[in-house]
């Protein structure tokens, strides 16, 4: 039991400097058990089971529920979208908020979406992510407005180099959001 605890450590201490998946983590971990038990006498036996476990634990991941790409793009509108809201009611802290909450969802794209040629082209809104930060900082409304068609027509020249041009991003005109008050927050 000391020993697991050890290692315990030993694994969150990698996490924690490495990042690692929860699927790198497993096989990590059971690699040191194998290694651990194949000192034992029935080390067979007990590397047969442990590598049945590892097998099964593989499956489970490959068939654990993974956001599609579709997913990512309905949240990076709806950021996109209330970020709008919070630009124009100068409620900088929301629109800080939103703003991260986009570049999350970039990020997102880029490690779960591997598979999908697009996902690579998502650093096209990356610079347009930057500026809008620094007027978002600054809490200069004329600078959001700018950066803010900035934004939105990154993601449409993205649209039109993946060809998936007939899906136009605009400004908002309509709030959806009706159970969210955009405006700055007064104590």
């Not at 489970?60 to 793009?73: D, N």
């Not at 598979?115 to 978002?136: F, G, H, W």
């Amino acid at each position: 039991m000391r020993i697991l605890r050890e290692y315990e450590f030993t694994i969150m201490k990698h996490f924690e400097l490495y990042r690692l998946s929860h699927f790198q983590l497993i096989l990590h971990f059971c690699a040191w058990v194998i290694m651990g038990f194949a000192s034992c006498k029935d080390s067979s036996e007990k590397i047969q089971v442990l590598q049945y476990q590892i097998d099964s634990l593989k499956q489970q991941l490959a068939e654990t529920y993974k956001p599609g790409f579709g997913e990512f793009m309905n949240s990076l509108q709806q950021h996109h979208e209330k970020l709008w809201y919070a630009g124009q009611n100068e409620n900088w802290k929301l629109a800080a908020f939103e703003l991260q909450e986009l570049q999350e969802v970039a990020s997102d794209i880029e490690k779960y979406q591997t598979q999908r040629a697009e996902s690579k082209l998502i650093t096209m809104i990356k610079p347009a992510l930057d500026s809008l930060d620094q007027s978002v900082q600054e809490a200069n409304k004329t600078k959001f407005i700018n950066q803010y068609h900035f934004l939105t027509n990154s993601c449409n020249r993205c649209h039109q180099t993946t060809q998936f041009e007939f899906n136009v991003v605009k400004i908002p005109e309509t709030n959806k959001f009706s159970n969210q008050d955009f405006r700055k927050y007064q104590r």
